[in-house]
């Protein structure tokens, strides 16, 4: 990516699209722009896949923030996933939010 972040917001996912879509709604409402999206990807299902990638690269292009989709191999557990994210992140500041998890507007700039 070559671009460095104050915070990298690293979201596993494995599935889920729908509670995925409301978690996105929850990043896309944040204010504040400094931070990178990186969402990780361990469905076993092709189409989950293609459809929380097709979500990233909309977030990205809505909102002119940088987000990045990674995917290695389906069923890597957790663990693994979300390590594959950190392994991916340039931020200074490291936030892992979970596919079913909700942010309040304000709550990356809060925390940084």
């Known amino acids: 990516m070559g671009h460095s972040h104050q915070l990298s917001v690293i979201v596993p996912t494995h599935g889920r699209v729908d509670l995925f879509c409301k978690t996105l709604d929850s990043i896309k409402a944040q204010t504040w722009h400094g931070f990178e999206l990186i969402v990780t990807d361990d469905s076993s299902q ?22 990045q989709y990674v995917f290695t191999a389906p069923r890597m557990g957790q663990a693994a996933n979300t390590n594959q994210g950190l392994r991916a992140a340039t931020g200074q500041i490291l936030r892992i939010l979970h596919s079913d998890d909700l942010v309040r507007p304000g709550c990356f700039q809060w925390e940084v």
Request: proline content about 0%; charged content about 45%.
């Open 46 to 67: 092709e189409d989950d896949r293609r459809q929380i990638r097709e979500l990233v690269d909309s977030y990205s292009v809505e909102t002119s923030r940088t987000a």
